[in-house]
């Protein structure tokens, strides 16, 4: 086992928790780390001090933005960064060749002390090509961080966007409940989803274990199949169900809920919308109710919406009613979701009047079934009378686009600033150790990032200020910005005397990217074509990645 007492956490006095997921160790890396940081150490070039960008080039899902999200695990990973010997062993025999002796003891000593994490806080609105996170240290140690950072901030800021962009269509009103666990990449990509849906504005999730490892609030209804499993009311022996004040007990609940069917089915306003329901359906609807008699909410979809699962409900909830509790809702599963919720509305405010029940018009319709962000829109075109959104699948599995394509590159070595050139000029990286800012306008919004050089004056408020598109000479807009906000903060000072940011709590993290969300200008975030948002470097360092990439790039030959 390792020796606990080597972690870097724990030599700085900052003693962490590793990442929530077991598996990611330093071996959660791509074997070719290895290898490198064997031919930096042959070269004794392991210990240079290098800056790496982690970076992307566009926003996922065709839109303008992105949510940044998976910071708390990558630092808890570098705080608990330490090889074992067992590893130390593994790797050994993994590497082609055979090593040098002196290379495992250099593993033996690795870890993070000597590493400093500037990153953007966790649930920031991001943009393409501004560093989320800037690692510096040994290119060795550096260089093995590359793969398990981007595995963990890949797919959190993934999944994060594809919430916040489900909670931006569904509106601010509407619940939203995760239910992807069954449909998620393997248990990892469960959490993961349940944590970063959390972070992108879903109210709560299915997933027991995510509830009790953050502390997500849970929620849930019955499925198909404890509705099928009853076959008649006769099932329910025991019948009697004491009041909610607990003074009165209805000793035949049954029978109270058979004289509610009776009741609506004769009613004036609803006579003729149905005849007789399902009834092994009511049997398993009481018998929710008998166990959860104070949230009691039925999946109405198993038989026939309209002519047996909303009545059978209604009759359930009105019995309750009797007795002093308040049902929750019903549950839609299939079918028009538009159409089915709208009548089910209708019927919820009939009983309301008829029966003089008040609030029953506004009890909650929860709606599931292969949803994501184009049907919610078509609902909100249609109009629906949905409350509670349940989704997993598409928003889980992040359906619309596989990966966000985060990037790790390095930007300078030994003080010296490096690129990497490319064909496709949106690939070239932008060279130096940088410092990243917003700048906000006059009418709150942010009008553009900017990233200048470390050492460059830091842009200040009411001075106007160059901004210049990284490749393109023509784009180029002066701005006067009203307030200034440093981007990259400190999350792991390494040797520094740097205050290290302390890590916030999940529903921080949430709050923090609801509110950036709503200080967006609209255009940026709506759905069809969005603007883009301005992304921007100061003029020296525009300058200089122009030198640094003719000096780079060879001269060609024509013949
Ligand atoms: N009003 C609506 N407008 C647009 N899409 C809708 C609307 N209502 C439901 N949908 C979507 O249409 C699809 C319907 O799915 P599907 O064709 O599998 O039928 P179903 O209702 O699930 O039937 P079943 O599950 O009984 O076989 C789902 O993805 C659902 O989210
Ligand atoms: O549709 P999703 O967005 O993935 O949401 C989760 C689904 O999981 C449940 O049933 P399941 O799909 O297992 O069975 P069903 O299709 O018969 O309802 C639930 O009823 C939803 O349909
Ligand atoms: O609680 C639910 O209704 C639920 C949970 C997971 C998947 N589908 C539905
Ligand atoms: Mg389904």
Same mark, same amino acid.
């Given at each position: ?8 956490s ?10 929530t ?5 330093p071996?959660?890396?791509?074997l ?12 004794? #070039? ?8 982690l970076?992307f080039?566009k ?10 999200a ?6 808890? %990973?570098i ?11 593994f790797?050994c025999q +993994? ?20 590493v ?16 989320? %996170? ?7 140690v ?7 950072? %981007?595995n ?15 909670r ?14 069954r449909?998620?990449?393997?248990p990892d ?10 972070i ?7 997933n ?15 499925s ?5 499993s009853f ?10 169900l004491?009041?909610?004040?607990? +003074? ?7 029978s ?19 005849g007789e ?7 398993a609807?009481?018998?929710?109710a ?31 009613r ?11 599963d ?34 599931s ?18 409350d509670?959104?349940?989704?997993g ?15 790790f ?7 010296q ?8 000029? +949106?690939?070239?990286s ?15 919004? +942010?009008?553009?990032d900017?990233?200048?050089?470390e ?9 106007r200020? %160059? ?7 023509? #784009?180029?807009?002066y701005v006067?910005? #009203? ?6 903060k400190?999350?792991?000072?390494? #040797? ?9 709590a999940?529903?921080?993290i ?8 709503e200080?967006?200008?609209p255009?940026?975030?709506?759905r ?5 948002y301005?992304v ?6 525009y ?17």
């Open positions: 086992m390792e020796a606990k007492g080597n972690r870097a724990e030599k700085a006095g900052r003693v962490m928790d590793g990442p997921n077991p598996m990611v160790t071996l959660l890396t791509d070719y780390q290895f290898t490198m940081a064997y031919a930096y150490w042959k070269a004794g #070039k392991h210990n240079e001090r290098a800056v790496f960008d970076y080039r926003n996922p899902f065709g839109g303008e933005f992105t949510v940044f998976g910071l708390e695990e990558c630092i808890k %990973l705080a608990n960064f330490k090889l074992t010997e067992e590893e130390i062993s790797i +993994s590497l082609p060749g055979s090593c040098e002796e002196g290379f495992f003891n250099y593993l033996r000593e690795i870890d993070c002390s000597d400093e994490v500037y990153a953007i806080s966790e649930g920031t609105v991001v943009f393409p090509k501004v560093p989320l %996170l800037r690692v510096e240290g040994p290119v060795a550096v260089q093995l961080l590359e793969t398990p950072v %981007l963990l901030v890949n797919f959190a800021s993934l999944v994060a966007t594809n919430a916040a962009r489900h931006l269509v569904a509106g601010k009103s509407k619940m939203l409940l995760e239910f992807g666990l449909r998620a990449q393997g990509g469960a959490i993961g989803a349940s944590k970063y849906c959390y992108g504005g879903f109210d709560a999730t299915s027991v274990a995510a509830g009790r490892l953050f502390g997500i609030p849970l929620r849930g209804t019955h198909h199949a404890f509705v099928s076959t008649s009311p006769d099932e329910i022996l025991e019948k009697s004491c009041s909610s004040d607990r +003074s009165s007990t209805c000793e035949d609940f049954v109270l809920v058979n004289s509610w069917l009776n009741k609506i089915k004769w009613s004036k306003s609803l006579s003729g919308i149905f329901t399902n009834q092994s359906e009511l049997a609807f009481m018998s929710y008998l166990a959860f008699p104070s949230n009691f909410l039925a999946l109405v979809d198993t038989y026939d919406v309209m002519r047996s699962g909303v009545p059978n409900f209604c009759a359930v909830a009105l019995a309750l009797d007795l002093g509790y308040k049902a929750v809702g019903i549950r839609l299939s079918g028009d979701l538009a159409y089915l919720s709208g009548e089910a509305r209708k019927i919820f405010h009939t009983i309301e009047k008829e029966f003089g029940v008040p609030g029953f018009g506004k009890t909650s319709i929860t709606a079934n292969d949803l994501n962000e184009e049907t919610l829109d078509a609902l909100n075109k249609q109009g629906h009378e949905v509670c959104f349940g989704i699948t598409y928003l889980v599995t992040c359906y619309a686009q596989a990966a966000l394509g985060c990037v590159k390095l930007v300078e070595i030994n003080n600033p490096r690129i990497k050139l490319s064909e496709d000029v +949106s690939k070239v932008i060279p130096c150790k940088k410092r990243c800012y917003r700048l906000y306008g006059k009418e709150g919004y +942010s009008l553009v900017i990233m200048t050089g050492n460059e004056p830091c842009p200040k408020v009411g001075e200020i %160059l901004c210049r598109h990284p490749f393109s000479e023509s #784009k180029r807009a006067v910005p #009203k307030r200034v906000e440093e981007l990259l400190c999350y792991w000072p390494g #040797k520094s005397d740097k205050v290290r940011e302390e890590l916030p999940l529903d921080d949430r709050d923090h990217c609801i509110k950036q969300l200080q967006m200008r255009d940026h975030i709506r069809l074509n969005p603007t883009p301005k921007s470097v100061s003029a020296k360092l300058d200089f990645i122009h030198f640094l990439w003719l000096n780079e790039a060879p001269v060609g030959e024509l013949q």
